[in-house]
């Protein structure tokens, strides 16, 4: 596998772009007279950071870079360097999580290359290469392209059979992304806070009209008659 990366100068994280050919070489050698252009490859793409490898490949996976089953990547691209904290990405990666599973996954409108563009927008602010998130709608442009539709929905599916199975190479090292356990936990306990019970304001007492207030009367002092004192 490739060596892991190291921190950028400036204590940023350098990120990457591998590129896997599904075709293994076909298209190069046989696009043009197929298609009619040339194409180097059907590409699969791998976002590298933080000395892993993030993908989406009917879920997202994540594990040691060059350790995914479809081999060494073919191409490696330099996106630049990110100074975006590890824990930040990590909460991004749980909030986009739902919009890239197993059910969401389509080999040619919602694939690995729309996530690795997501990804590498955040973290360096840049895509990837345009020409890779072109290539399904050249291809099925093409008279040919619409013959393969068979061919691309048996790839999909093998796409989704290999993200059930972990997506790895068999090696434990790349398996499906899992929140860490800080993250989790606070997602978690967001979600299952009870709302606090509704409760009645309380009263607030009015003040007395002026106009209809009526002064204090003050309490009738006793009066004590004494008789006089009788003659001797």
Wanted: aromatic residues 8%; charged residues 10%.
């Amino acid at each position: 596998p490739p060596p892991l990366l190291t921190m950028a100068d400036g204590g940023g994280h350098q990120v990457r772009l591998h590129l896997y050919d599904l075709s293994q070489g076909m298209a190069r050698a046989m696009s043009a007279q197929l298609l009619g252009k040339q194409i180097d490859g059907v590409w699969h793409t791998g976002i590298i950071a933080f000395n892993q490898e993030f993908y989406f490949g009917g879920g997202i996976q994540c594990g040691v870079p060059g350790g995914t089953h479809f081999g060494r990547p073919l191409h490696v691209i330099e996106l630049g360097v990110t100074h975006i904290p590890r824990e930040v990405f990590d909460d991004f990666i749980m909030e986009i999580s739902p919009r890239f599973t197993m059910h969401t996954y389509n080999l040619l409108r919602h694939n690995c290359n729309n996530f690795s563009q997501e990804i590498a927008h955040f973290l360096v602010g840049e895509g990837i290469p345009q020409h890779i998130l072109d290539l399904p709608d050249e291809v099925m442009a093409t008279p040919f392209g619409q013959q393969m539709m068979p061919m691309l929905a048996m790839m999909d599916s093998q796409m989704r059979s290999a993200s059930e199975q972990g997506g790895g190479s068999g090696n434990g090292e790349f398996g499906a992304w899992t929140p860490p356990p800080a993250a989790a936990a606070a997602a978690a306990a967001h979600s299952l806070a009870p709302a606090a019970p509704w409760a009645p304001a309380p009263a607030v007492p009015s003040a007395p009209s002026a106009s209809t207030s009526t002064p204090p009367t003050a309490p009738a002092a006793t009066a004590t008659a004494t008789a006089p004192a009788a003659a001797p």
